[in-house]
Every structure is written in structure tokens, then in C-alpha cells.
């Protein structure tokens, strides 16, 4: 009987929190204007450390941004983009994920000397040292993500930026994901593995 009251208001809580922010794309397109010069106008960057967030799920968009607006205190701190989401209201942060979630992202290549290995690890992980693989569970048979349940695609995202945050959350210097579940696979990866898995995954599609 308690448990069922608890449960009810939760649900009411719930709904009444997501019900009073109603994602809008347009204005979500006029708010990534400050966004552009970074990642570009359809959030396709061209430059190999700030990320592709075009076509990435929204519910990962806004968990990224309002984990950065939580600065030092969040589990992923990056001067660039708390300077970008400190001001960013619970509305703007929705309107903008819409907005790049409808985009789509461009593909990447994967180079010849990182397929076997990169393969290898992507679809079998290590049984060795514990690494499960990404694919499919979690990141796709394509890389192609996840999105109802929030985990990114990695496929056409530059191979340095996925290498980048794979040694952040080896170090726990990222901490923002679900569970510890990628600080415990990444501290178990060599610095190879991490090498060939981003460049293989970014061209996988
Ligand atoms: C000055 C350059 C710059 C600008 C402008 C900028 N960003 Fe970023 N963005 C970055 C960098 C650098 C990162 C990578 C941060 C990290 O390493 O954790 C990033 C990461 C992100 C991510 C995380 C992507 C992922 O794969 O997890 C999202 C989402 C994002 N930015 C959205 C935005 C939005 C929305 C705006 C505009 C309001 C914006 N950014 C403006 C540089 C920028």
C-alpha cells in the first residue's frame, strides 16, 4: 500500500517535471548560433578535438550539456563548454539537443593499419583484462549508439576526441557515466586498445 502511494507520486512527480519543458527545434536552430564556431552550423565539426554532435541522441545532448553547466563540481568538467552552458537554461539546453539531434552526422574512414586490431576489440573486447565488447550491445553492430537508453554513437566521431575521453574516464577525470560502467572498461584498456578501437569505431558504419 505505502510502496504503491510512493510509486504514484513519483509518476506525478515525474510527469510534471518533463511536462512544463516542451522541446523547440527552431529555436534550438537560432540558439546554436554560439555553438558554430566550434561545431559548425550542423553540428558536424571539422576539427578533430571538439565532437561531431549531429544526429547524437537527445537524451544524451542534454545530460552532456547539463552535466558541463555543473562546472568543477560535475563529473565532467571542460573550461570551453561551461563558459558555453553555465547561463543555459533547462529550456535552452532541451531546445538546443532537439536542434542537434535532428542533424545528421557525416561519416568517418577508418584506416587500413587499425581494422584487424580495432575490429578485434570492438566486436570481441579482451577476455584477458575483462574488456567487453562495445558493439552491439551498448554501441551498435554499426557504432550507431543506443538512443533510448542515452549511450552515443561513435560512429563518424573523430578518432582523437573518442581516444581523448576514453583516457578520461581511465583516469576518472570524466565521471559522468551511468554506473562507473565506462571508467571500469576504459582503466582496463591499453593505450594500443584505446588507439585502434577510436579509429576503427569512427569509420565503422
Ligand atoms: C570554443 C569551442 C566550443 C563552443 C563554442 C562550443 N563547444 Fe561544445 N564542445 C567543445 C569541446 C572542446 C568539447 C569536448 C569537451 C570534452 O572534452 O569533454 C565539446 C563537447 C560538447 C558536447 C559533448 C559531446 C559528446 O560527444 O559527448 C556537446 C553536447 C556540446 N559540446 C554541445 C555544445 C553546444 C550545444 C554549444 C553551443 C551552446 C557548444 N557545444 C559550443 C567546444 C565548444
Redesign the pocket.
Known sequence: MVRKILWTSLCILMGTAGADITPDLNAGRK??E??V???NTDGNSTVP???K?AG?PEK??IE??KE?RKGEKGG?F?A??YG??HA?SDQDIAD?ATY?ASQKETSGTTKQEWLERGEKLYRGGNSKTGVPACGPSCHGMRGEGNPPAGF?PLSG?HPD?IA??LK?FKDGT?SNDPNGIMRDIAKRMTEEEIQAVSNYVSGLH
Open positions: 540558439k546554436s554560439t555553438c564556431a566550434c561545431h578535438t571538439w565532437p554532435i547524437q544524451y545532448l552532456q550539456l558541463f565532467r571542460e570551453n563548454m558555453m552552458t543555459l538546443l542537434f552515443p566521431q576526441y581523448e575521453q578520461r570524466r
